[in-house]
């Protein structure tokens, strides 16, 4: 073998460049958490503090304004509501959306690549130019003003991405485990959920990491979906009404957004890990 001995300076400018790299990460970092710390700051200050000076330390700290917002969220109703319709809304795509990936991947008709083309199609469609067409065939069918409804809603909205991701991870499967399978005795649901679904699970994840987000912090869809009855509302809902009749009050709704944002901030914490791997299985593959 042939060793090959780089120059101390070539080593020398490659620590230096990696030094900056991530010096420049750092103040990336810090700028895109400024807002954040912003947020939380203000969040213990009282009306006057906010107006004196947004960048000041909290004097004194205001920890009422955590105990009010909690009241006026309705905190422990919203949570619940908003996690009952984002716990439909991915127990429907995990199933459905790893069924349909896997079938329209291992069975390549005319048919199904007509209708995986067009599911890639309608990922480019803005949610506005569909907002309209959704509402009408969901009131006609009994799925609006509740919270299932919408958690259903989420199903269609969302099978795209999920059947994108899986379809492209079901390739990296080799066919032979499920010819042994089937071979086994299992039959077509067996052979899915006893051989293909554990392997798909870094997929399945990731996009129930990502819709967790969105079904969290969605606004628009529920606005539409639920009408004006407080007991059903998610937490963002809950919000804009907070904003609109407190809407001079900065010192409860800066308390109010820090908290609506915690449980998304505690999941992301939990579960990052597994998103660049689960969409570098299914999208990379696809």
């Keep these: 073998m042939i060793a090959v001995h780089r120059h101390p300076a070539t080593l020398s400018g490659q620590r230096h460049g990696r030094i900056l790299l991530e010096i420049g990460l750092c103040v990336l970092l810090l700028i895109g958490l400024l807002p954040f710390f912003i947020l939380l700051l203000n969040s213990f200050k009282d009306m006057m503090g906010i107006a004196k000076n947004i960048l000041g330390w909290p004097n004194p700290f205001k920890l009422s304004n955590y105990a009010r917002a909690f009241e006026k969220l309705s905190y422990p109703r919203s949570f619940f509501n908003t996690l009952l319709v984002t716990l439909l809304g991915n127990a429907g795509l995990i199933i459905f959306g790893s069924m349909a990936g896997y079938r329209l991947n291992r069975a390549p008709t005319v048919f199904n690549k007509i ?17 309209i067409p959704l509402m009408k065939v969901s009131s006609a069918v009994g799925l609006t003003k509740s919270l299932g409804g919408l958690g259903i809603c989420y199903w269609g909205m969302g099978a795209s991405t999920c059947i994108f991701l899986t379809h492209g991870a079901v390739k990296g499967i080799p066919y032979d485990l499920e010819e042994a399978a089937i071979i086994d005795g299992c039959g077509p649901f067996k052979t899915f959920w006893r051989v293909i679904f554990p392997l798909l699970r870094t997929t399945v994840v990731t996009y129930t990491i990502l819709n967790t987000f969105w079904f969290w912090n969605d606004y628009l869809m529920p606005q539409l979906m639920l009408g004006g009855d407080k007991q059903i509302y998610t937490i963002q809902l809950s919000m804009r009404s907070l904003f609109l009749e407190y809407y001079a009050m900065w010192d409860v709704a800066l308390a109010a957004l820090v908290i609506s944002l915690l449980p998304t901030v505690i999941f992301f914490l939990i579960a990052q890990k597994y998103i660049l791997s689960g969409l570098t299985a299914g999208a990379i593959k696809g």
Excluded: D, G, N, W
């Design 115 to 131: 209708v995986y083309l067009l599911l890639l199609a309608s990922m480019a469609i803005p949610f506005e130019a569909v907002m």
